[in-house]
Each structure stands twice: as structure tokens, then as C-alpha cells.
T-cell receptor
Framework: DTGVSQNPRHKITKRGQNVTFRCDPI?????LYWYRQTLGQGPEFLTY????????KSRLLSDRFSAERPKGSFSTLEIQRTEQGDSAMYLC????????????FGSGTRLTVV | AQTVTQSQPEMSVQEAETVTLSCTYD???????LFWYKQPPSRQMILVIR????KQQNATENRFSVNFQKAAKSFSLKISDSQLGDTAMYFC????????????WGAGTKLIIKP
């Protein structure tokens, strides 16, 4: 297992379009997290899964955002009707049960909405 | 509100010098974990070091060590014998103790190691 994989690395889209990102976590990790990072800031929590169950969502995750993790494997994050304010780096991370073990991050997907 | 403050937006030191990055946090929890993560330019975030709040002994990982002052809610990172590869953004973070799923992050310190 080579770590957490995110695709695509970069996405440029026009305002109003839908986009979907994919994250493949480390296979033994049952927890998967999505964070958003804007320039000059630390990551902001969006949502997390334990296996296939989405257990928590941030209020940052508006109705235009949806995340899934079918069968507790890979996860997708979809943004509908993108806005310029959605431009950011979207980070995926996975961990064994518990924050203590630390996250393993993917390289992120950089979204630019024009 | 639980917050993390990194008061140094940017620092630069010469290679082989020692540098200390500061971090303060605010929480009403008694048990929690603290972390330093490193994000090199255009590369993924990686865990540098972690500390359990109930342990008085400061964590150490090779050239990286922390100075954890629980009463002062301070968690600084010391990098000894700095190397060019240490150039990165450094983020301080702590978990939301009772939830055990979310990290609260500081805004980061950009560290530049000069040859």
C-alpha cells in the first residue's frame, strides 16, 4: 500500500459546474477524513467516515457538498453548482481508529473555479 | 471556542542552526493530543511529532522535539541541526478531546532553511 491517493491533482472548472474528487485511503485504515485548505490557512474539517458510515459533517459542508464512502473503501466528494469561494485544496486523510495515531494525508486536489 | 494560534507567519534560519516554532491553543478539555505536521512545497502533509496531554515528558523524534507547557497551553517545536529539507509550512494541531475525530489547526508557520 503506497499511501493515500487523491485524484485528480488539479481541477479547473467553470462556476456552476459540478465536480467530483476521489480518495483512496490506506486499506487498513477504517477512518477517512476530508478537509479543505485555503491559501495561507490550516486545514478546515469537512467530514469524516468510519468505515462506510458518515459520522460527522461540518457546518462548512453546505447542501451543495456531498460525500460518500461506499463499502468503506474509497471516498468521493462532490460539489454541485460550484462557486468561486469553493476554490481551495481539498485534502483527504485516513487513520486507524482514533485521532491519536495521526493522519496519513493524500497530496490533495486543488480546485480552481473560474 | 477551541483555537490554535501560531504567531510566527514566517521564519528563516541558516542550515545547521536550531529553530523554535511557537504554538498556543485554547481548550477546556483535560485530555487531548497535540501534533505538529509539516507540509513541504507542493507535497503532502506529514506528521512530525505528537504529544499526549497527560504525559509530562516532552516528545522527541530525532532532530525534532517539543516543549509542552500544559498550564500555559503552549506547544512549541524545536528543530535542531536544521536541514534544507526542513523547508516547509509547519502546522500545529490538537484534537477535540471528546470527539476523537477532528483536528483543530493553526494557520501555519512558513519555515525557510537557507544554505
Amino acid at each position: 500500500d503506497t499511501g493515500v491517493s487523491q485524484n485528480p491533482r488539479h481541477k479547473i472548472t467553470k462556476r456552476g459546474q459540478n465536480v467530483t474528487f476521489r480518495c483512496d485511503p490506506i486499506s487498513e485504515h477504517n477512518r477517512l477524513y476530508w478537509y479543505r485548505q485555503t491559501l495561507g490557512q490550516g486545514p478546515e474539517f469537512l467530514t469524516y467516515f468510519q468505515n462506510e458510515a458518515q459520522l460527522e459533517k461540518s457546518r462548512l459542508l453546505s447542501d451543495r457538498f456531498s460525500a460518500e464512502r461506499p463499502k468503506g473503501s474509497f471516498s468521493t466528494l462532490e460539489i454541485q453548482r460550484t462557486e468561486q469561494g469553493d476554490s481551495a485544496m481539498y485534502l483527504c486523510a485516513s487513520s486507524p481508529t482514533g485521532v491519536y495515531y495521526g493522519y496519513t494525508f493524500g497530496s490533495g486536489t486543488r480546485l480552481t473555479v473560474v | 471556542a477551541q483555537t490554535v494560534t501560531q504567531s510566527q507567519p514566517e521564519m528563516s534560519v541558516q542550515e545547521a542552526e536550531t529553530v523554535t516554532l511557537s504554538c498556543t491553543y485554547d481548550t477546556s478539555e483535560n485530555n487531548y493530543y497535540l501534533f505538529w505536521y509539516k507540509q513541504p512545497p507542493s507535497r503532502q502533509m506529514i506528521l512530525v511529532i505528537r504529544q499526549e496531554a497527560y504525559k509530562q515528558q516532552n516528545a522527541t523524534e530525532n532532530r525534532f522535539s517539543v516543549n509542552f507547557q500544559k498550564a500555559a497551553k503552549s506547544f512549541s517545536l524545536k528543530i535542531s541541526d536544521s536541514q534544507l529539507g526542513d523547508t516547509a509550512m509547519y502546522f500545529c494541531a490538537f484534537d477535540v478531546g471528546d470527539s476523537n475525530y477532528q483536528l483543530i489547526w493553526g494557520a501555519g508557520t512558513k519555515l525557510i532553511i537557507k544554505p
